[in-house]
């Protein structure tokens, strides 16, 4: 007996009288993020990536932050918008963040839970849109946990960087924090007092009516600079 077999194409069947789109043919909408670490950088170069590759100056978004987390009011915004099978364009990974466990955590939220693409500018194997399948997934994913511990890494060398420039400075005698107040018309007596045992360091703070550990303080930045 002769069976007859009947495939049926469903990208051409229709629900109501209207074509059921899929693939390719869904329209998304298309957003950028935007992320420098202080307000005194320029965001220029980011912003022209993005318009380039077609984002709309009104769907991109702005965070002036540093990159440790993602507590950033203008992500917050753009992740409340985002919708399934919209298209997020950043221009590199460490403009997502610089916290490698939260940069892997929010591209599980944005691609597994949002169900959106991403697409990483300077770095081509970084786009959702392609490879979809298991070896295509399983090279983006390696793509991502280096880059993402490279971010990191970066992040932990700049703050390595600070605090030792800031141990350099304080060596030759850089003042960091807010300028010290005048010293009282009397404090080179009550110093030279003090130091001679003349008077108890206690006597010699509220003679220059000051808390005797500023008295304290005072007196070193004093004494250094008299042997400058």
């Known amino acids: 007996m002769n069976k007859t077999v009947v495939i049926v194409d ?16 869904i329209e998304r909408k298309v957003y950028g993020y935007i992320r420098v670490s202080t307000r005194e950088q320029n965001e220029d170069r980011q912003q022209i990536a993005l318009l ?7 769907n991109i978004f702005l965070d002036k932050q540093s990159g440790k987390d993602f507590n950033r009011p203008q992500y917050k915004k753009l992740l409340r918008k985002l919708k399934k099978d919209d298209l997020l364009y950043i221009k590199s990974i460490d ?9 892997l ?12 693409d991403i697409v990483v500018i ?11 399948d298991l070896m295509g997934t399983f090279l983006s994913d390696i793509v991502l946990q280096v880059l993402s511990f490279v971010a990191e890494n970066e992040r ?3 703050r390595q960087r600070q605090a030792e420039g800031i141990a350099a400075a304080k ?14 018309e009397n404090f080179h007596s009550a110093y030279q007092r003090w130091k001679q ?13 000051m808390p005797l550990a500023t008295f304290r303080y005072r007196a070193e930045i004093y004494e250094k600079s008299e042997l400058l």
């Open 95 to 103: 403009r997502l963040g610089r916290n490698y466990e939260e940069i």
């Open 197 to 209: 045992g003349k008077i108890t360091g206690t006597a010699a703070a509220k003679e220059c009516k």
């Open 105 to 116: 955590q929010q591209w599980r939220i944005l691609t597994k839970d949002k169900g959106i």
């Open 10 to 25: 469903k990208s051409n069947m229709s629900l109501h009288g209207r074509n059921v789109r899929e693939g390719p043919n």
């Open 122 to 132: 300077d770095m081509p194997l970084l786009d959702t849109r392609r490879g979809k």
């Open 171 to 184: 060596a030759r005698g850089v003042r960091f924090g807010r300028p010290l107040k005048p010293l009282p």
């Open 156 to 158: 932990t060398n700049i």
């Open 52 to 58: 380039e590759v077609g984002v709309s100056e009104k």
